[in-house]
C-alpha cells in the first residue's frame, strides 16, 4: 500500500506538472472564468456517470450534507478541502499560470513542500526531522533565487502572476492538510467527488451570471467546439481532475503532506521540460541553477521519508 501511494504521488505530479501547459494554451484563447466553468462542468458530468455507473464507488450525496448522516460531523474537513482545491487552487493557478511563463509557474508552484510542512505542524501536529527542514530549505533557496532573477518588466511573467501562483500554493498545502483530516472518514474518489461537484457548481454559477450580463449566454458553450480546446479541457477535466487528484488524495491518507509536496519536483521538471518543447520557451542559467536546488530538496526529502516508512514498516513486522 505504501509503495501504491508512492507510485501515485510520481503519476500525479506528472499529470500536474502538463497541467500548466494546457491551462496556459486554453486561456490564450478563452476567458479564465470560461476554462474553469466548462472544465468542471465537464469533470461534473463524467464523474456522475462513473458514480451511477458504478465504476467508482462513490457512496457520499447531498444526503449526507442535509440529513442525518453518520458521518455529518466530519464533513466540514471534506468542504474544507473541496473549498482551497478545487476552487480557491484553480482559480489562482489558472489566473498565476495566464500571466506568466510556464517555467516561472513550475518553479513557484514547487514551494507547497515549505508551506505543506508548516501547515501540517501547525492543523495535523506532525512534525519533519531536521535533515528534511534542512533540504526544504534549500528548494527555498532556488525558487527564491530563479523569482529574484525573473524579469517582470518584459514577457510573460508579471507581478500580479507570480502573487496568484504563491497563493495557490498556500491554498494547495491548505488543501493537502485537510485531505489527510478527511481521509480518515472518506474514501479517496468520495472526496475527489466532493470536490469536483463543488467545483462545477461554484464556478459554473459565477460564469453564467458574468455571461447573462454580457448577453452572450447562447455561446456558453462555444470553447467545446474548437478541436484545441476540446483536448485541453477532456486532458484537465478527466486526467487532471477526477484521475490526477483521486490519486493525490489516496497519496496523502497515506504520508505526511511535506513529504507528499516533496514530490512536487517531479511537477516542477514535467511543467519546465512541456514548456520548453509544445511552449517555445528558453531555459536560463538562473533557472537551471534554481532547479538543481529544487531537484536536492525533492530527493532528500523523499529519501528520508522512505526510509523513515520502511523503518516503521519492518519494526511492525517483528511485531
Known sequence: MTFLAYLFAILKNAV??????????????????????LRFLMSAVVFWLLKIT????????????????????VLKNVLLTALFEPVLYMLFETLGVSMSSNI????????SAVTSCIFEMIFLKESSTTAQKIFLGLGIFGAIYIAVNTDTASGKDSVLGILFLILTVISGS??????RKSSRSFGAMEVTYVSCMLGA???????????????????YFDPYFDWNNLLGFAFL???STIVATGMNNFALGRMQSSTMAAFGGISTFVTVGVGMLLGGETLQTYHVIGLVF??????????????RDR????????K
Open 104 to 111: 516561472t509557474a513550475g518553479v513557484i508552484l514547487s514551494l
Open 54 to 73: 458504478r465504476v467508482c464507488k462513490i457512496q457520499v450525496g447531498v444526503k449526507d450534507f442535509f440529513g442525518q448522516s453518520p458521518r455529518k460531523a
Open 311 to 318: 523503518a516503521a514498516q519492518l519494526a511492525d513486522e517483528k
Open 201 to 219: 457548481v461554484v464556478f459554473n454559477a459565477v460564469n453564467v451570471v458574468r455571461h447573462l450580463f454580457a448577453g452572450d449566454i447562447l455561446h
Open 174 to 179: 491548505l488543501f493537502s492538510v485537510f485531505s
Open 294 to 307: 529544487i531537484l536536492a530538496r525533492m530527493i532528500g526529502v523523499s529519501y528520508i521519508a522512505i526510509k
Open 237 to 239: 477535466a478527466i486526467l
Open 16 to 37: 500536474y506538472g502538463t497541467t500548466v501547459f494546457f491551462t496556459g494554451e486554453l486561456t490564450e484563447s478563452t476567458d479564465v472564468l470560461d476554462v474553469l466553468a
